[in-house]
């Protein structure tokens, strides 16, 4: 089975990691997504960094990391294209008006907190502030990239909930990110639920107890409360349960090289058996959140 269109120039955009009886029902109402581990970076871009410095942006291998969701009947979604090039996990409407060098569209959210600190749907700046770019962008280059990569990530999440919601009644969306390991000293995993607008507390609070009861630290909501993904599609009285979770970098990477240590084995072999826990829970009592 595949959501990705024929269109040659959307297979940049993402893929789609299935179980093995993809062409089935699901087996779970999960759904697991990984925006910001893209490692594609288009001709087209540009930047004036080197490239180590710009991939400091990305949140590196929590694909892989996740990588055993289709395994216990998840599809994973991977962002393939970098989000320094493009952010799925940004209002496609976040436009920054200081790297676009014409006026921007009536509807853009020029003001929003994300564009103001350069992140917007095109970002401005890489991790730690440093401008990507030494010019300005056209207009058309922004929405070219919007219509290359954030539209046909963004339609294949809509029609994978949907198929979870036909086949389960619901479903249950986590996006997985990671975070410096200076974001949130002393803390493992943060749960971003948009403070309870997001998932029902019983996602949220089993999530919390399986990662506590593996030995890790967590925190909801402080630093990182959940992007545009998870304020989009979390909706629990329309069905559609989305949960962020944000994983230490420090437990399992060299933030200076972004090479693997010695932890990755291990801390993908805990979230394994997390999966496998999450895929094994019985989530129709959400219907009733």
Do not use: K
Not at 136 to 151: C, K, N
Not at 216 to 245: C, D, I, K, S, W
Not at 255 to 281: C, D, K, W
Request: glycine residues 8%; negative net charge; charged residues 25%.
């Amino acid at each position: 089975m595949s959501l990705s269109a024929a269109n040659p120039q959307m297979s940049t955009a993402f893929d789609i990691r299935w179980p093995d009886d993809g062409d089935g029902a699901p087996a779970t109402p999960l759904v697991f997504a990984s925006p910001h581990s893209g490692r594609l970076y288009p001709e087209d871009m540009n930047p004036a960094l080197d490239a180590l410095c710009i991939r400091r942006s990305e949140d590196a291998r929590v694909d892989d990391l996740v990588g055993d969701g289709p395994a216990f009947g998840a599809p994973l979604l991977r962002a393939l294209t970098a989000r320094a090039y493009l952010d799925v996990n940004r209002d496609p409407a976040e436009l920054d008006p200081r790297l676009f060098g014409e006026a921007l569209p009536d509807d853009a959210r020029a003001l929003s907190p994300r564009v103001a600190a350069g992140l917007g749907v095109v970002a401005r700046v890489a991790s730690g502030g440093v401008e990507i770019y030494d010019r300005r962008l056209s207009l058309a280059e922004g929405l070219a990239r919007i219509d290359r990569v954030h539209r046909p990530y963004h339609d294949a999440l809509s029609r994978l909930l949907a198929r979870a919601r036909a086949a389960h009644g619901l479903a249950v969306l986590i996006d997985w990110h990671s975070m410096p390991a200076s974001a949130a000293p002393g803390v493992d995993f943060v749960l971003g639920d948009r403070f309870g607008a997001a998932c029902s507390p019983a996602l949220t609070a089993a999530v919390e107890r399986m990662l506590g009861e593996a030995g890790y630290r967590t925190a909801r909501n402080a630093p990182f409360a959940g992007g545009y993904t998870t304020e989009h599609y979390g909706r629990p009285h329309q069905r559609t349960h989305a949960l962020q979770v944000e994983i230490n970098r420090g437990l399992y990477l060299d933030e200076a090289r972004l090479e693997p240590h010695g932890g990755f084995a291990g801390l993908r072999e805990t979230l394994g058996r997390v999966i496998a826990r999450l895929a094994q829970t019985d989530w129709r009592p959400l219907l009733q959140a």
